[in-house]
């Protein structure tokens, strides 16, 4: 730099700039396929060949992508990146990681909390309410986090054994606890063909008999009893199998009293065998969120619970009756303006998470002056209270500091282009007047000869 003249810096530090730009956008679009540094994890099943994303995913709701190792990175990558498939109408609930707050990031484990993270997900935030409140429809995932591969013929992981899912780093589970008499469910997460299914139990009492009533999931979410065969085994512990191969895409067993269940090994006709402990096994046997088929190698669950971009509440205790909302513009999943009625007020909570910058106007309907509101949070999401009446309710976004950022950045553009045109100005100038002072030859310097 210091060699350079003072005319070719800007252009230097333009190019720079220039260059930063290109290659910032370049590897946010186009994202180096990271597999090759991925885990090894297998998917269960054969290999199939990816097929297109389903068209209406994330459509009518939000979806969430599960696969932290990378399992089935290029399969997902259709559905688009989390900051990129909002361009082609599809909605998911790990967002633009820049204007994720670290309540939300710690909520749904979408992110981390400064941001990064890639297709993660909290499974805790599937049961305890969180994505119903994000309006999440629909969660995305493979085979590879409910059944883990085993060696055919490998024994049922007993009961209390941590187990971990090989090559992973999401803890796996699989065990239930059954207080007192009732059932345990595993899901598979694909259709199988199973063989048997093998799963250990260890009952409180000394005295209880080892009966079991088991049920196959049948594609469609129908349960089927099935034939089962019960081995006693050393310590109070059994062992139960099935008698005969039969599809199924989950499974129920139900001892005769309380103790606790093991998590299960599922052989299958084609000579494989799993394990289910994969890391969202226990979330997805809670029975909120239902099997709906595989789309290539990945694995579609439905939520019935998820909650409208807008919902209403009670303000005080008081009632709902006749009170109503109605979206009128912006995103199917984030309506901008709403239609609102009551008759005492109500609350209006909508699927976005009140970062910092959300503000909303209220205009009462009958030529009354607008009022602007306070956007509360709820959770997750945001909740705005507005008199009785009815009106249009709108929601804006200005993000905090934009109004100071933009100004320096006008400064700055500013000193680039001075620092570009004023040594350009003032050569100009100077060729003009040309030069200023005669100049004279210098003198020519005296030597002397010293004698020989």
Known sequence: LPTLSRARLP?????????????FNLVSVWTVDPAASAPTVFPAGTAAVPLPAPPDLGREGRFALFDPDLVDWPTIKRLGQPDLNVLDERFSVQGYSSIVDANYAIATGSHGASGEGTDTLAPAALNDGVLDQLDTTALV??????????APGTPPVPPGVPATVPGSTTPGGGARYLPERGGAVWVFGEDLKVSSVSVQWVPRSPDARPSFRVALEEPGGRFAAAAVTVEPGPHRVATIRLVRPARAIGVRVEPAGAGVLGSPVIATTSGTAFAAIGALQDALAAGRWSFTGNVGVLSIFTNSHALPPLTLRAVGGQSLVGARVRALSGPAIAPSAAAVSSTSGTEVV??????????????????????????????????????????????????????PGLWFTLVGCLLVLLWWVLPRVAGSARRRRGPTMATTPPRPRMTTRSPA
């Open 141 to 150: 995932t493979t085979p590879a986090y409910l059944l883990v591969p085993v």
């Open 11 to 23: 252009w230097l530090v333009g190019a720079f700039v220039a260059l930063d730009i290109v290659v």
């Open 350 to 403: 909508r699927s976005v998470t009140p970062i910092p910058g959300w503000s909303a106007t209220w205009r009462p309907t009958g030529g009354a002056p607008p009022r602007t509101l306070a956007v509360q949070g709820l959770g997750v999401v945001q909740m705005v209270q507005v008199p009785p009446g009815s009106g249009i309710l709108t929601w804006h976004y200005a993000a905090p500091g934009i109004h």
